[in-house]
């Protein structure tokens, strides 16, 4: 199972994209590449996955490179509600369900 | 709405008063998972459940049980809480692959004295 490696923090100015790296170097051909975040002690909210090809959604873009040890996260137009911890997860299915091993994420600050 | 829901929202107990934390999802799922999450040890998987009758162990699944008797419903159960156990716990849910991504409940936040 591979690890991810992601800033601790980031700050983006509201109204701006909102780039999260996450390094997964030593992912496996049937890992995923999920993204969740969390705002304050809410739980948890799915925002994308994608295998190998870049994927996008009313939330937010998934761009995967070519050797998939890297992904970033785009959030094109960042509000002040997008402030939260951001979790890269390489998840892969086990007896049937998508592994979730939550790291420590990113905490993105988005400022006024 | 789609939702899952845990209650409490937070509870406070004395060490070994059984409990139980309660999780209904209304979106048909046949997955569904606990995790607690604690400080600079994010979140952990606790029991996960393919479907009714069908449960299988986290990655810390010790001093709790669960069940899985209908679709909609997995309580979790702290037979005998200890401090230990004091954390903020998640209940999710998603239709049997996960692949579109798992729904979390708001969290019951557990203290044990």
């Known amino acids: 199972d591979a690890k991810t490696t992601q800033p601790t923090s980031m700050d983006c100015a509201e109204g701006r994209a909102a780039n999260l790296p996450c390094n997964h170097s030593t992912i496996s051909g049937n890992e995923y590449v999920y993204w969740y975040r969390q705002i304050h002690s809410q739980g948890p909210q799915y925002i994308i996955h994608g295998l190998k090809n870049n994927e996008t959604n009313e939330m937010a873009s998934l761009i995967i490179t070519e050797d998939r040890k890297s992904s970033t996260l785009i959030l094109p137009h960042a509000t002040l509600r997008d402030t939260a911890v951001y979790y890269c997860i390489a998840s892969w299915l086990l007896q049937g369900a998508q592994k979730l091993v939550f790291g420590q994420g990113t905490r993105l600050t988005i400022n006024p | 709405e789609a939702q899952v829901t845990q209650n409490p929202r937070y509870l406070i107990t004395v060490t070994g008063k059984k409990l139980t934390v309660t999780c209904s999802q209304n979106?048909?799922?046949?997955?569904m998972s606990w995790y607690r999450q604690d400080p600079g040890l994010g979140l952990r998987q606790i029991y996960y459940s393919m479907n009714v009758e069908v449960t299988d162990k986290g990655d810390v699944p010790e001093g709790y049980k669960v069940s899985r008797k209908e679709k909609r419903n997995f309580p979790l159960i702290l037979e005998s809480p200890s401090p230990n156990q004091t954390s903020l716990y998640f209940c999710?849910?998603?239709?049997?692959?996960?692949?579109?991504?798992?729904?979390f409940g708001s969290g019951t936040r557990l203290t044990v004295v």
């Open positions: 979106m048909n799922h046949e997955y």
């Open positions: 999710a849910s998603s239709y049997s692959t996960g692949g579109s991504g798992y729904t």
